[in-house]
């Protein structure tokens, strides 16, 4: 069976981390770039971050850049995304997506993906 699957979200003070797996089963992530985005109720998803996996290259929103880093572990088929010093904020689904599309340019934007995970939700609260 072909799917990701996210988890270690949870509800955390500001300030605080969180550590998000993506887990692939059923296919090899080697060939693929994989997209973070958010979605908050009422709002539009928006890309967060991504990985091109045979490179590693990523790039972030600016709004996360210095905070969030992504990573692979090319032995786990898994991507990470590493969020340091979250701010309060509407809570969150945070998705992971695949696309075969490896143009940084293209990469953050939601319509590049067309695989995607279930979510796992984030809030950032006192």
């Known amino acids: 069976q072909v799917q990701i699957v996210e988890s270690g979200g949870g509800l955390v003070q500001p300030g605080s981390s969180l550590r998000l797996s993506c887990v692939a089963s059923?296919?090899?992530?080697?060939?693929?770039?994989i997209g973070w985005f958010r979605q908050a109720p009422g709002k539009e998803r928006e890309g967060v971050s991504y990985?091109?996996?045979?490179?590693?290259?990523?790039n972030y929103t600016d709004s996360d850049k210095g905070r969030f880093t992504t990573s692979r572990d090319n032995a786990k088929n898994t991507v990470y995304l590493q969020m340091n010093s979250l701010k309060p904020e509407e809570p969150a689904v945070y998705y992971c997506?695949?696309?075969?599309?490896?143009?940084?340019?293209?990469?953050?934007?939601?319509?590049?993906?067309?695989?995607w995970g279930q979510g796992t939700q984030v809030t950032v609260a006192s």
């Open positions: 997506a695949v696309t075969f599309i490896r143009l940084h340019q293209l990469l953050l934007r939601p319509n590049t993906y067309n695989f």
């Open positions: 059923g296919f090899r992530l080697d060939y693929y770039a």
């Open positions: 990985i091109i996996i045979s490179d590693g290259s990523t």
